[in-house]
Each structure stands twice: as structure tokens, then as C-alpha cells.
């Protein structure tokens, strides 16, 4: 059964420094991978998604995510955080044969921005 | 522009009450999908639907159903609700082709008291 492990369950980090949150998957075939953030009260807003093709992939608000196969990882990055990203982020895998289907979700990060 | 919505935002129920959460999507979307989102769990897969009059469990499928009449709407039913089902609830959809993402709604905040 496919899972997906974030081992950081809080982050605190000052505006201005770089990100990196972790995120972990065990999938038996190859994997769809998101992110997702959720701002209290909202519902979930993707980030930025890999199919295939480059491994280092854009999203918005300045994120961007590397899948590493060998690792079976697929870490969040943003060179510098601004207040406004404190929010929780989620990773998730879903089955190749078809987006966003079926997705399973790592149980978060909680971002706290220090001003 | 498409959306999904998810009604009631809020909703406190009795122990043993049967409840009903909408979903109703714009996107023409074949797949829906319903999650519950627990501390210490993340989301997890409650049901889902490929299509009309298709619905298949997810992971914690024990307590709800779901019927899927048209394309646009899931609704979740919790037939007797309990302590144990006090969540927020996500709706989402998405295409059937590939490479595309799910959509989700705002939530439903459900307390069972």
C-alpha cells in the first residue's frame, strides 16, 4: 500500500529564509506527486505537481519540489519565505493511470513564519 | 467560473443522527472524491466515484455512503452519526484524462455531540 511520510510536523523559519520541507512516498508503481498548502479555515490550493519529465518542477508562489527517485523524496523548496506562506503543506501520491485520483496524503507540515 | 462547493460550512449533530454533507461541482468532472482531515492523520480517502451511479470505499468508508445520481453531485451521509466522526470534511473532483489535479472545496467543519 502506497504512503507518504512528512517528518516534520512543525517548521518555524524567519521571512526571508530559505524552506525545505520534507515529504517521503512508498508507491509500488510510478507515482503522480503534489503538494498542497491550506490556510486555516481554507480548503487545500495545489502548489505544484509532478507527472514526469523534469524532475525539478515550478510552482506558484515561488515554490518548487524535486522528485528523487533513488530517494523516494519529493521535497518542497522556496529560497526565501514571506509571512504570508505560514500555513500547513501537504504531500500526497496518486496512481499514474490517472490524475488525481485516489490521492494519499502525508499528515502535514505546519509552517511558522518568524518576523 | 467552475467551482466546488461544499454546504453546510458548519454543522453540530446528536449522537445517532443521520447527516447529509453536499458536494456539488461545475467542472463536468467524472471523478469525486470525499476525505476527512483528522490531526495526526492528514487526509484520508472516505469514498469516491468515477462516474454516475459508480461509488467504491476508500479507507475509512465505515459509518458513510455516498450516491452519485448525476455528474455534478456526492453527497456524503453519515447513517448514524458518532463521537468518532467529528472531522472537517473535504470534497474534490478532477478529470479522468491524465496529468491533471483535484480541486477541492472549503471543507465541512461536522462536531457530533
Known amino acids: 500500500a502506497q504512503s507518504v511520510t512528512q517528518p516534520d510536523i512543525h517548521i518555524t523559519v524567519s521571512e526571508g529564509a530559505s524552506l525545505e520541507l520534507r515529504c517521503n512516498y512508498s508507491y509500488g508503481a510510478t507515482p503522480y506527486l503534489f503538494w498542497y498548502v491550506q490556510s486555516p479555515g481554507q480548503g487545500l490550493q495545489l502548489l505544484l505537481k509532478?507527472?514526469?519529465?523534469?524532475?525539478l518542477v515550478q510552482g506558484i508562489k515561488g515554490f518548487e519540489a524535486e522528485f528523487k527517485r533513488s530517494q523516494s523524496s519529493f521535497n518542497l523548496r522556496k529560497p526565501s519565505v514571506h509571512w504570508s506562506d505560514a500555513a500547513e503543506y501537504f504531500c500526497a501520491v496518486g496512481p499514474y493511470t490517472g490524475g488525481g485520483n485516489k490521492l494519499t496524503f502525508g499528515t502535514g507540515t505546519q509552517l511558522k513564519v518568524e518576523l | 467560473d467552475a467551482e466546488i462547493t461544499q454546504s453546510p460550512r458548519h454543522k453540530i449533530t446528536e449522537t445517532g443522527r443521520q447527516v447529509t454533507l453536499a458536494c456539488h461541482q461545475t467542472w463536468n468532472h467524472n471523478n469525486m472524491f470525499w476525505y476527512r482531515q483528522d490531526l495526526g492523520h492528514g487526509l484520508r480517502l472516505i469514498h469516491y466515484s468515477y462516474g454516475v451511479q459508480d461509488t467504491n470505499k476508500g479507507e475509512v468508508s465505515d459509518g458513510y455512503s455516498v450516491s452519485r445520481s448525476n455528474t455534478e453531485d456526492l453527497p456524503l451521509t453519515l447513517e448514524s452519526a458518532a463521537s468518532s466522526q467529528t472531522s472537517v470534511y473535504f470534497c474534490a473532483s478532477s478529470e479522468t484524462t491524465v496529468n491533471t489535479e483535484a480541486f477541492f472545496g472549503q471543507g465541512t467543519r461536522l462536531t457530533v455531540v
Open positions: 509532478y507527472f514526469s519529465g523534469d524532475t
